[in-house]
């Protein structure tokens, strides 16, 4: 799977945007980006993945530049509860591992 | 339900116990993991079953043996376990591995210290 970078932590104001980059410069083709989160001592949380369009959800919107070599979660309108350590994880859907990274810790603040 | 349940959440052992971990879901997936997560650091995969067969070993030691007895229960038997072995095991589940549409529902995880 393709390594990716992730900023170590970023703050966001509650109900601001929060946009948080991640870099897989050396992604295949066939390799989708994936994004999870995990709240302080529970189990990671699935947000979003794409493949080569932007894609939304109710959680979040992701966009991934044309060349893939970079992404950008989107969380809206960011509040306290979305306070977690979100990783960036890139990987061919064929195979059932997720690598994790060392992810970015967001913190949202009132 | 789309939940993922751990059980226990808390277990201290000593080096001489064997003991059991055991994860269930009921949403029909047929691919189950178990990960190991230091304490600030990410998960890093362990096991990977895939129609109740491992199909991934991280090069896991022999001191865990995971066991799929069917496709809702996965476990991970614990025995001649080190301190370094404490952590927070997490399992998950997806539908299948080779799925494009292929999130993994994890559980809240089993808080292990080893003593």
């Known amino acids: 799977d393709a390594k990716t970078t992730q900023p170590t932590s970023m703050d966001c104001a509650e109900g601001r945007a929060a946009n948080l980059p991640c870099n897989h410069s050396?992604?295949?083709?066939?390799?989708?980006v994936y994004w999870y989160r995990q709240i302080h001592s529970q189990g990671p949380q699935y947000i979003i993945h794409?493949?080569?369009n932007n894609e939304t959800n109710e959680m979040a919107s992701l966009i991934i530049t044309e060349d893939r070599k970079s992404s950008t979660l989107i969380l809206p309108h960011a509040t306290l509860r979305d306070t977690a350590v979100y990783y960036c994880?890139?990987?061919?859907?064929?195979?059932?591992?997720?690598?994790f990274g060392q992810g970015t810790i967001l913190t949202v603040h009132p | 339900d789309t939940e993922v349940t751990q059980t226990p959440k808390h277990l201290v052992m000593g080096m001489t116990n064997k003991k059991s971990l055991k994860c269930e879901q009921h949403?029909?997936?047929?691919?189950m993991y178990w990960y190991k997560q230091k304490a600030k650091k990410p998960p890093e995969l362990m096991f990977v079953?895939?129609?109740?067969?491992?199909?991934i070993n991280e090069s896991v030691p022999s001191r865990f043996s995971p066991e799929c007895p069917n496709s809702s229960l996965l476990n991970l038997h614990l025995h001649a376990l080190q301190p370094e072995d404490s952590a927070l095991y997490l399992c998950?589940?997806?539908?299948?591995?080779?799925?494009?549409?292929?999130?993994?529902?994890f559980g809240p995880g089993t808080r292990l210290t080893v003593l």
């Open positions: 998950a589940s997806s539908q299948l591995p080779g799925l494009a549409d292929n999130e993994q529902f």
């Open positions: 050396t992604i295949s083709g066939n390799e989708y």
């Open positions: 794409g493949l080569k």
């Open positions: 994880i890139v990987r061919v859907a064929s195979y059932g591992k997720l690598t």
């Open positions: 949403m029909g997936h047929r691919a």
């Open positions: 079953y895939s129609y109740e067969k491992l199909s």
